[in-house]
T-cell receptor
Framework: SQQGEEDPQALSIQEGENATMNCSYK?????LQWYRQNSGRGLVHLIL?????REKHSGRLRVTLDTSKKSSSLLITASRAADTASYFC??????????FGSGTKLNVKP | EAQVTQNPRYLITVTGKKLTVTCSQN?????MSWYRQDPGLGLRQIYY???????DKGDVPEGYKVSRKEKRNFPLILESPSPNQTSLYFC??????????FGNGTRLTVT
């Protein structure tokens, strides 16, 4: 069964705008991670947030985690055309059992 | 360069013809796993391995086998492929609680 679900499924914005993607999950987790995938290629890790953390930043990325609502959000600020990709959240309900959502497809128009 | 290497990149085969997809990592990672990616379903874990000779089922193990005889290699075996195994497959590795490193994928078509 799937653990993480991203929302929206697709998002189209102009370059320079911010992009926000959400992830909801069903059971308690140890960590939540966000990955990026370019057009059928392998996933690339973006950021990991632990269950006892509420917010984390990495460059133009900001991730929040609300364990009471079982949800996380990924904010990409000042988006660029090169940010066009699919973004996935992954949760680990127990060690090494990772659950990925179906992803948010982001299109950043130049 | 640290990487996870999968081969082949593309594979077209017929129902019932045994095949193996190889996966190798050069980072001395203990943990390796296989996923399949299907439209609208995200990535689903097939099998994973915590170390040499230690493997366990993921969420969709039916029709697949794996082995972990060496730390660096984790092949995925389809003894009798069927059309519902047509998918994009990814191998990944990690060490401890570190993030997953993914290979570039194998696109399998079973006719």
């Amino acid at each position: 069964s799937q653990q993480g679900e991203e929302d929206p499924q697709a998002l189209s914005i102009q370059e320079g705008e911010n992009a926000t993607m959400n992830c909801s999950y069903k059971t308690s987790i140890n960590n939540l991670q966000w990955y990026r995938q370019n057009s059928g290629r392998g996933l690339v890790h973006l950021i990991l947030i632990r269950s006892n953390e509420r917010e984390k930043h990495s460059g133009r990325l900001r991730v929040t985690l609300d364990t009471s609502k079982k949800s996380s959000s990924l904010l990409i600020t000042a988006s660029r055309a090169a940010d066009t990709a699919s973004y996935f959240c992954a949760t680990d309900r127990k060690p090494h059992k990772f659950y990925f959502g179906s992803g948010t497809k982001l299109n950043v128009k130049p | 360069e640290a990487q996870v290497t999968q081969n082949p990149r593309y594979l077209i085969t017929v129902t019932g013809k045994k095949l193996t997809v190889t996966c190798s990592q050069n980072m001395n990672h203990e943990y390796m796993s296989w996923y399949r990616q299907d439209p609208g379903l995200g990535l689903r874990q097939i099998y994973y391995s915590m170390n040499v000779e230690v493997t366990d089922k993921g969420d969709v193990p039916e029709g697949y086998k794996v082995s972990r005889k060496e730390k660096r290699n984790f092949p995925l075996i389809l003894e009798s492929p069927s059309p519902n195994q047509t998918s994009l497959y990814f191998c990944a590795s990690s060490q401890g609680a570190s993030p997953l490193h993914f290979g570039n994928g194998t696109r399998l078509t079973v006719t």
